[in-house]
């Protein structure tokens, strides 16, 4: 009896030895962070990894106990050329974080306070009128869609800071998140005439809008745009 069963033990032993070996020769033909992601899914599944905002302040927007406005600024020259970003990246933004159950301020509320004041004033009186538990300002610095001195490629590329303001906490706003991130899409230059400048810019507006979501939502490697 003793031995049968040191004979299955050692079968159990090998196959299992067996499977890690055969995974692990599929992981190493895996390029890049690919290698990482797929290996992690493989031996532990594809667990969610906090968001930025969460490790920051310990506090998970997903529960729906606190509020939050989006805002966002641009310089006059992005927005000569792309006048709708702001409420654009509000909209988006504010979607997807609906979705993930982050009690967002309506958009178009939002939209009207911009269009009533010309500019967003003090977060403190914004904050006040809306009861926002937090406002999340993202103030884009550089927004282009096309490579300067070519005619053919497209490449989007944005840079912004990222505020996140605690409007509860004190009289006047406490800044509790900042950062700067700096985003390529895609991440090499494509062929203008594969995509119109419309569509490119759609999906580039999405890829940003989803980025800058997850610094709010608790989500899984796999959901992370590279």
Not at 16 to 39: E, K, M, N, Q
Not at 83 to 103: A, E, F, Y
Not at 191 to 203: H, N
Request: proline share 4%; charged share 25%; glycine share 6%.
């Amino acid at each position: 009896m003793v031995g049968r069963h040191s004979s299955k033990a050692g079968s159990v032993s090998r196959r299992r030895l067996l499977l890690l070996g055969t995974a692990g020769v599929a992981v190493t033909a895996l390029p890049g962070c690919s290698l990482f992601v797929i290996a992690g899914k493989m031996f532990f599944g594809d667990p969610k990894q906090k968001s930025q905002f969460r490790r920051s302040t310990g506090i998970d927007l997903t529960k729906g106990e606190k509020s939050l406005l989006i805002a966002c600024s641009a310089p006059h020259g992005v927005l000569n050329r792309f006048p709708s970003i702001q409420i654009d990246l509000v909209d988006r933004m504010s979607h997807l974080l609906k979705t993930r159950g982050v009690k967002v301020i309506s958009s178009d509320q939002v939209a009207t306070w911009l269009d009533d004041h010309g500019d967003w004033g003090d977060f403190g009186e914004l904050s006040d009128h809306f009861k926002a538990d937090y406002v999340v300002h993202v103030n884009i610095t550089q927004f282009e869609v096309d490579l300067p001195n070519s005619s053919n490629l497209q490449q989007g590329k944005m840079s912004c800071r990222v505020e996140i303001m605690d409007c509860k906490k004190s009289d006047s706003p406490s800044v509790v998140f900042d950062n700067t991130y700096d985003m390529n899409y895609p991440k090499f230059p494509v062929q203008t005439e594969s995509k119109s400048e419309r569509i490119f810019l759609e999906s580039f507006m999405k890829n940003v809008s989803v980025s800058l979501a997850q610094l709010l939502y608790d989500h899984r490697a796999s959901e992370v745009i590279s």
